[in-house]
């Protein structure tokens, strides 16, 4: 790879380099709801909020974000681990967050894993808080 690298819309095309890249990263799990088929759907509702990072053709990180009208969301942020420490982390969540200010959105939530202390100092360091007492609840449909 070059080290030249670029940041640009997630296109469904990127998918399979995106699992790829998610199966890759310590403290990223992939569930029900992350198949081809949903993500395409979840880009189709969020155009233009998703944003990958390339080093010439090859994806070396992703994040996927979205909102509900209410509250936007990112998930699934990733970067390579041989590209870590250079400020692509950032750069990516910086864009995801120009998006959805661009939308009117005032409060974005993020869900670390608490056995993931990497990523939770990630977000950390790039100003977010964590909410403590919050219990984070799900249901399959």
């Known amino acids: 790879m070059s080290g030249k690298t670029n ?25 029900e709801g992350d198949d081809r088929e949903s993500v395409a759907q979840f880009l189709a509702r969020n155009p233009g909020l998703s944003r990958v990072v390339t080093d010439g053709s090859g994806i070396v990180g992703v994040a996927l974000c979205g909102h509900d009208a209410h509250r936007g969301y990112i998930y699934h942020l990733a970067v390579d681990p041989a590209y870590q420490g250079r400020g692509l982390g950032r750069r990516l969540v910086d864009e995801c967050l120009e998006g959805l200010r661009q939308t009117g959105l005032k409060r974005v939530i993020i869900l670390v894993a608490g056995d993931n202390p990497r990523g939770r100092e990630f977000w950390k360091r790039c100003g977010w808080e964590e909410i403590t007492g919050v219990i984070s609840m799900g249901i399959d449909l």
């Open 7 to 31: 940041t640009r819309e997630f296109s469904i095309n990127d998918y399979d380099a995106a699992v790829d890249l998610w199966q890759r990263v310590e403290g990223l799990e992939i569930a």
